[in-house]
C-alpha cells in the first residue's frame, strides 16, 4: 500500500521548460545575441553538462554563475556571468507555470489518502516561491530540497532526512515521481525506494536505469497509484 508519494518539481508538477524557454531568450536579446537559436543551443548543452556536475556532487554556485558569460562569449560577447545568473534566478522565481493537469492530479491523489511531499534539486528561495506562486503549495505536507539537505539526487543522501522525519518511511510505502532517470529515478533507486518515471514525451529508456514504473500522463499515473499501488 503507498502511504507517501515524492515528487520532483521542474517537468513532472512545475513546467519550468516552459519559462526556462521565454527567459533564456530574453537574456540574449538583452545582450544583443544575433542568432538567439544558436545561443540557445550552446546554452543548453552547457546547461546539462553543468547539472550532471552539479548531481555528482559539485557545488551549483560556482558552476551555474559561468552558463551565461560561457555561452555569450562563443558568440563574441563579454557579460557578467555572475550578474545575469542573478537576473536569470530572479526570472525563474517568478516561474509559475504548471503542467495542465497538475492541480487535479494532486487533488485525487490526496483524496485517496496518501500524504504528498517534495523532493527536488535546486535552489531553495526559487522552488519554494514558484510553489507558492503556482499555489501548488498547498497539496505538500513538507518539501525536502537539495540546497537544504547538502546533497542532491541521485545520491542517495538526499532522502536520508525523509527516513528520519517521517518515522514510518518504508521502500514498501513510499515511491518517488519524476521526470529525470538520471536523478530522480536513479536516486530512488539507490535510496531503495519504488520510483515512477513521469515520460510525457514518450523518451525510450536507453539507460541502465529501470524504474519500478513508467507512466506518459496523469491520467496513467493516478490509475497506476488506484489500482495497482493502493
Known amino acids: ?24 531568450d530574453e ?10 537559436s544558436a545561443a540557445k543551443s550552446e ?15 559539485a557545488k551549483p554556485q560556482p558552476l551555474l554563475n559561468t552558463r551565461f558569460s560561457k555561452t555569450l562569449s562563443l558568440f563574441g560577447i563579454e557579460a557578467d556571468g555572475v550578474q ?8 525563474l522565481n517568478h516561474n509559475f507555470y504548471t503542467i495542465p493537469g497538475a492541480n487535479d492530479l494532486l487533488t485525487r491523489l490526496q483524496k485517496l489518502g496518501i500524504t504528498l511531499f517534495v523532493g527536488t534539486n535546486g ?25 537544504d539537505i547538502g546533497y542532491s539526487k541521485p545520491n542517495a543522501k538526499f532522502f536520508s532526512p525523509m527516513f528520519k522525519r517521517i518515522s514510518d518511511l518504508t521502500s514498501e510505502n ?3 515521481v519524476g521526470d529525470r532517470l538520471q536523478s530522480d529515478i536513479l536516486g530512488a533507486s539507490r535510496a531503495g525506494l519504488q520510483s515512477i518515471w513521469f515520460n510525457p514525451n514518450k523518451h525510450n529508456n536507453k539507460s541502465e536505469i529501470q524504474p519500478t514504473y513508467t507512466v506518459d500522463s496523469y491520467q496513467q499515473l493516478y490509475k497506476l497509484i488506484a489500482q495497482k499501488l493502493n
Open 1 to 24: 500500500m503507498i502511504k507517501y508519494m515524492i515528487f520532483d518539481l521542474d517537468d513532472t508538477v512545475l513546467d519550468f521548460h516552459r519559462g526556462e524557454m521565454e527567459y533564456i
Open 27 to 36: 537574456i540574449f536579446n538583452q545582450q544583443g545575441v544575433s542568432d538567439i
Open 43 to 57: 546554452y543548453l548543452k552547457l546547461n546539462k553538462k553543468i547539472w550532471e556536475n552539479i548531481e555528482a556532487g
Open 84 to 91: 545575469l545568473e542573478a537576473q536569470y534566478r530572479n526570472m
Open 123 to 147: 535552489v531553495k528561495k526559487t522552488q519554494i516561491e514558484r510553489l507558492h506562486g503556482s499555489g501548488l503549495d498547498k497539496y505538500f505536507a513538507e518539501y525536502f530540497i537539495s540546497e
Open 174 to 176: 513510499t515511491v518517488m
